[in-house]
């Protein structure tokens, strides 16, 4: 899931069961309302608990408190011990759905790339294949970018991108006109110097709230699944903002 926020109504205070939720439990249960909902959208708008006490840690507050917020005002379906919202579900799905075509997308450029002269474009791989037409050269520069491992697809897309531009004549692409070339190495500096400027970031295997700070929303997002992806899990504090810890 790509995006990092969830779309907030300006006019949700007037929802019926926020109403009975402000009623009973003033601003205080409905801070607590939408704390629970950051929480469920950080982990797919689904938490299973055996009591209320570990949340209201992580969230500083009263854990009765808590569970009327969560159990009295039709606000979140209860289910087996699990507990989500009905509100994020369909927007999850749909960031979800836009983030499947993102990746759609960059997979169709991949196989349908080609510069802006309606497609005859290629690179030689060796010197003396200049026989070949320019789309079997370009066939076989792919394949031979693909064939790389250790590169984002994203880098491989722009460096071919740019090393297929044909010249004027459309007879040779930049490539072609280089005097030496290892395609391994050039690829791997291309990686390694950005030169991709949408390349995905490459975050710490640790928790640094400085950088973090400093990172967009996207990029935050991506930073909290790589950590995921190393074992680290997060508890949502009201007054410390997001705890990282990794178990033992």
């Not at 607590?32 to 909902?37: H, K």
């Not at 309606?118 to 079997?136: A, M, Q």
Request: charged residues 30%; hydrophobic residues 30%; proline residues 2%.
């Amino acid at each position: 899931m790509k995006k990092t926020y969830f779309n907030h109504d300006s006019n949700a205070r007037n929802d019926i069961r926020i109403i009975k939720l402000r009623s009973k439990l003033g601003y205080e249960g409905y801070g607590l309302f939408w704390a629970v909902l950051e929480l469920l959208f950080a982990e797919e708008n689904k938490l299973c608990i055996e009591d209320y006490n570990s949340l209201a840690f992580g969230l500083q507050c009263d854990p009765k408190i808590l569970k009327q917020v969560i159990e009295d005002f039709d606000l979140f379906v209860i289910d087996n011990g699990c507990f989500y919202s009905h509100r994020l579900h369909n927007q999850i799905k749909q960031i979800n759905s836009k983030s499947q075509k993102a990746k759609e997308s960059v997979n169709k450029r991949w196989n349908n790339i080609r510069t802006n002269n309606g497609g005859n474009t290629s690179i030689s791989i060796n010197k003396e294949n200049k026989s070949k037409n320019i789309e079997k050269r370009f066939t076989e520069f792919k394949n031979s970018v693909q064939s790389i491992n250790g590169i984002e697809k994203e880098d491989k897309i722009a460096f071919l991108e740019y090393w297929s531009e044909p010249n004027k004549s459309n007879t040779r692409m930049r490539f072609e006109l280089e005097k030496t070339w290892d395609l391994s190495r050039r690829l791997k500096r291309w990686a390694n110097s950005n030169f991709n400027q949408n390349k995905k970031e490459k975050y710490l295997d640790y928790f640094d709230e400085f950088i973090y700070k400093k990172l967009d929303s996207v990029k935050k997002k991506e930073y909290e699944d790589h950590l995921k992806s190393l074992g680290w899990v997060s508890i949502y504090s009201p007054n410390a903002g997001m705890v990282w810890n990794k178990p033992k």
